[in-house]
């Protein structure tokens, strides 16, 4: 079994910055990937990053390339979201997963085995 406790999340204003947090306990020797998902009230469930954990690889939703970075520490028990020049169209409740599967999209809910409880991002214009 795998934990994920998320915190860091906190309401700003457009254009701000916040930093969330993961920290993955139990089985992690197992895990392929970790990412970061978002839901809004009334829309689905969307990818937002992932991080790939033995390679370091990364990988972004278009919505946020270029203005979000997922990293891990050296121990791989943190995972980061630092998110820059936030918008209004980001808040959404925020989720790590993570994934003991080397195969499928990154992106895809349904990939990812383990879920953490959330935090929410509110930001306003």
């Known amino acids: 079994q795998v934990q994920l406790v998320e915190s860091g999340g906190g309401s700003v204003q457009a254009g701000g910055s916040l930093r969330l947090s993961c920290v993955v306990s139990?089985?992690?020797?197992?895990?392929?990937?970790v990412g970061w998902f978002r839901q809004a009230p009334g829309k689905e469930r969307e990818g937002v990053a992932a991080i790939y954990s033995s390679s370091g690889r990364t990988l972004y939703a278009d919505s946020v390339q270029g203005r979000f970075t997922i990293s891990q520490n050296n121990a791989k028990t943190t995972v980061y979201l630092q998110m820059n020049s936030l918008k209004p169209e980001d808040t959404s409740m925020y989720y790590c997963a993570a994934t003991t599967s080397g195969y499928g999209v990154w992106s895809s809910v349904t990939r990812y085995d383990y879920w953490g409880q959330g935090a929410q991002v509110s930001v306003s214009s």
């Open positions: 139990g089985a992690t020797s197992s895990l392929r990937a």
